[in-house]
Nanobody, 127 residues
Framework: QLQLVESGGGLVQSGGSLRLSCAAS????????IGWFRQAPGKEREGVSC????????YYADSVKGRFTISRDNAKNTAYLQMNSLKPEDTAVYYC????????????????????WGQGTQVTVSS
């Protein structure tokens, strides 16, 4: 069983930055791809960014391209989502997710095919 614990959410003003962290345990890092989803009130959960364990390739939703950066530290089994130039529409609960191989990052972020979820962390961007 893979366990994911997010941290780093909070309240920030529009234009500000936050970095989310996701600490994973239970599987070696090369067994799974990692990603971030978000869910705003009244909206469906959407894939924000995903990263492949094999080659570090990434996927970003159009709404966050150029502002968000996903990364992972395999030695620490931790993934990050650096969020810059935040906008009020980025307000949501952000979830870390992990998909065991052979799921691809497109499977994860586009088709929401994944295996494990964290508990979520709230990000609120004030205008």
């Amino acid at each position: 069983q893979l366990q994911l614990v997010e941290s780093g959410g909070g309240l920030v003003q529009s234009g500000g930055s936050l970095r989310l962290s996701c600490a994973a345990s239970g599987f070696p890092s090369n067994y799974y791809n990692i990603g971030w989803f978000r869910q705003a009130p009244g909206k469906e959960r959407e894939g924000v960014s995903c990263m492949a364990s094999s080659d570090g390739s990434t996927y970003y939703a159009d709404s966050v391209k150029g502002r968000f950066t996903i990364s992972r530290d395999n030695a620490k089994n931790t993934a990050y989502l650096q969020m810059n130039s935040l906008k009020p529409e980025d307000t949501a609960v952000y979830y870390c997710t992990a998909a065991l191989l052979p799921y691809t990052i497109q499977d994860m972020c586009v088709r929401t095919r994944t295996n494990y979820w964290g508990q979520g962390t709230q990000v609120t961007v004030s205008s």
